[in-house]
């Protein structure tokens, strides 16, 4: 049973990491189509990081389905080139996600008024970094790849999905709790379990690697321990984030309608006053 669904999955690796990304675009696509510009929660104005992050990240998903095809017939050189994109996105992707988790928390007290600036200047010394390790460090490009994405993970992924679960469960806890909708907030907390979930299967189980925990935490043993590939864990959280995230996306509808309920309401009290005034 366990060799036939290893095979499975082998045979099916393309249509896993095509799925994987697929849920991650249509996340982007969902808080994109939804129109948030006459919202006043502060998660309205916060959204379009996490829309960024899921269209990224799944470029990058599909970046393992499309370059192999590619590889067949392009020059080795132009396959580096994208490989070093895909990295580039992997880390892009992760800073998006945290300066989402940041943006949550804002207004930041004065003595964390740096965190801000955090994910930008973490990918900044990933990417110097890597550049480094790429000209200096005698290491093949596989090799550099390889290790530039389970740092990128480590560095940014991880903290990014971690604050970003913390984030939104704080900021719904205090500003969607008011508006009595205890069901979009229930969703929301889902949403922030599915990050804290991909904190862990997405920033701490990486590729197996040289060095603690990357050698004793990584896909191999997972896969070992599980029989299911790692990807496919990531795929059903960013699934579960994806419906939790257009579930809760209704509350922007929930709060117009508030507003114009409460409109009308004054209006009338102002035309009842009106028509008093007047029989007077």
Same mark, same amino acid.
């Given at each position: 049973m366990?060799?036939?669904?290893q095979?499975?999955?082998?045979?099916n690796?393309?249509?896993?990491?095509?799925?994987?990304?697929?849920?991650f675009?249509?996340l982007g696509l969902?808080?994109?189509l939804?129109?948030?510009?006459?919202?006043?929660l502060s998660?309205?104005?916060r959204?379009h990081?996490?829309a960024?992050f899921?269209?990224?990240?799944?470029?990058?998903?599909?970046g393992d389905?499309?370059?192999?095809?590619?590889?067949?017939?392009?020059?080795?050189?132009v396959?580096?080139?994208?490989?070093a994109v895909?990295?580039?996105?992997l880390?892009?992707?992760?800073t998006c996600l945290?300066?989402?988790? =940041?943006?949550? !928390?804002?207004?930041? #007290?004065?003595?964390?008024?740096?965190?801000? *600036? %955090?994910?930008?200047?973490i @990918?900044?010394?990933?990417?110097?970094?890597?550049?480094v390790?790429l000209?200096v460090v005698?290491v093949?490009?596989?090799?550099?790849?390889?290790l530039?994405?389970?740092?990128?993970?480590?560095?940014?992924?991880?903290?990014?999905a971690v604050?970003?679960?913390?984030?939104?469960?704080?900021?719904s806890?205090?500003?969607?709790?008011?508006?009595?909708e205890?069901?979009?907030?229930?969703t929301l907390?889902?949403?922030?379990i599915?990050l804290?979930?991909?904190a862990i =299967?997405?920033g !701490?189980v990486?590729? #197996?690697g040289?060095?603690?925990?990357?050698? *004793? %935490?990584?896909?191999?043993t @997972?896969?070992i321990w599980?029989?299911?590939?790692?990807?496919?864990?990531r795929?059903?959280?960013g699934f579960?984030?994806?419906?939790a995230?257009?579930?809760?996306?209704?509350?922007f509808d929930?709060?117009?309608?508030?507003?114009?309920?409460?409109?009308?309401?004054?209006?009338?009290?102002?035309?009842s006053?009106?028509q008093?005034a007047?029989?007077?």
């Amino acid at each position: 049973m366990t060799e036939t669904l290893q095979s499975l999955f082998a045979i099916n690796r393309s249509l896993v990491f095509f799925v994987y990304g697929l849920v991650f675009f249509v996340l982007g696509l969902a808080i994109t189509l939804q129109s948030r510009r006459h919202s006043r929660l502060s998660l309205a104005r916060r959204l379009h990081w996490l829309a960024l992050f899921g269209y990224i990240h799944g470029l990058h998903e599909w970046g393992d389905v499309f370059i192999p095809i590619q590889a067949t017939y392009l020059p080795l050189p132009v396959i580096n080139v994208l490989q070093a994109v895909q990295l580039g996105l992997l880390a892009v992707s992760f800073t998006c996600l945290f300066q989402f988790g =940041v943006d949550l !928390l804002r207004p930041l #007290p004065g003595r964390w008024v740096w965190l801000r *600036w %955090l994910p930008v200047g973490i @990918l900044l010394l990933w990417s110097l970094a890597a550049l480094v390790w790429l000209t200096v460090v005698p290491v093949t490009l596989v090799e550099w790849h390889h290790l530039a994405g389970i740092w990128s993970r480590y560095l940014l992924g991880f903290p990014g999905a971690v604050l970003a679960a913390y984030a939104l469960y704080r900021n719904s806890s205090q500003l969607i709790t008011p508006l009595s909708e205890p069901r979009t907030l229930r969703t929301l907390h889902w949403a922030g379990i599915a990050l804290a979930g991909y904190a862990i =299967v997405g920033g !701490l189980v990486v590729s #197996p690697g040289p060095y603690f925990p990357a050698n *004793w %935490l990584n896909t191999e043993t @997972l896969e070992i321990w599980l029989i299911i590939p790692v990807p496919v864990y990531r795929s059903m959280l960013g699934f579960i984030l994806m419906l939790a995230v257009i579930r809760s996306l209704e509350i922007f509808d929930l709060e117009i309608d508030r507003r114009l309920n409460e409109m009308g309401v004054t209006k009338m009290s102002f035309v009842s006053h009106d028509q008093t005034a007047s029989g007077r």
